[in-house]
């Protein structure tokens, strides 16, 4: 896997993990270490994925709102962000085997945020979402990300390249 400087975190990174396998009362360990590499200037994420976040009424929401500090959700506003986010959406224009809504949905959402900021900030992005180039239905972040030359990851490389172990604290008897 590349090395990278940080990683940049998708909603699904949070959404599917909360609705899976790092549920909060089971992995709470998962959460702290997307807390603790914060802190140490390894993990972020973007205000359009907090956005995403925030619209749900549930335990992830709540944690996001009341436990992750505002500053862990950074703003796109700069003008190289812009820029490159204005180039991942002529791009997307140019995708002739796409359904006609395809697009505005795309430039609805976080993904081409997640690529530019990446991209502009030398950071992988991190998601569960798999690659899919010749979907007509969505436009898959790893395919953007490729396009654009950006490392995607899934969290458990992004866990394992940060060196998180999430052990029991006693050896297990059989």
Known sequence: MKEANGYLLD???????HRSHYRFSFCPAYWQALLDHFGNGRVLSIIPVRSELLK????????VRDEVPEEFFHATADPKVTQTYSTILKWVATLG???????????SGADGWLVAYAKVHGLSVCSYEVSSPESRANIK????????GVNCVKP???????????????????
């Open 141 to 148: 972040l790893p395919d953007v990300a490729k396009q654009f």
């Open 56 to 63: 749900g009424k549930d335990v992830l929401s709540a944690w």
């Open 11 to 17: 909603a699904d990174t949070f959404m599917t993990a």
């Open 97 to 107: 085997h796409l359904q006609t809504a395809v697009p505005a949905k795309f430039a």
């Open 156 to 174: 458990q490389e992004m866990l394992e390249h940060l060196g998180v172990k999430m052990v029991l604290g006693k050896k297990m008897t059989s």
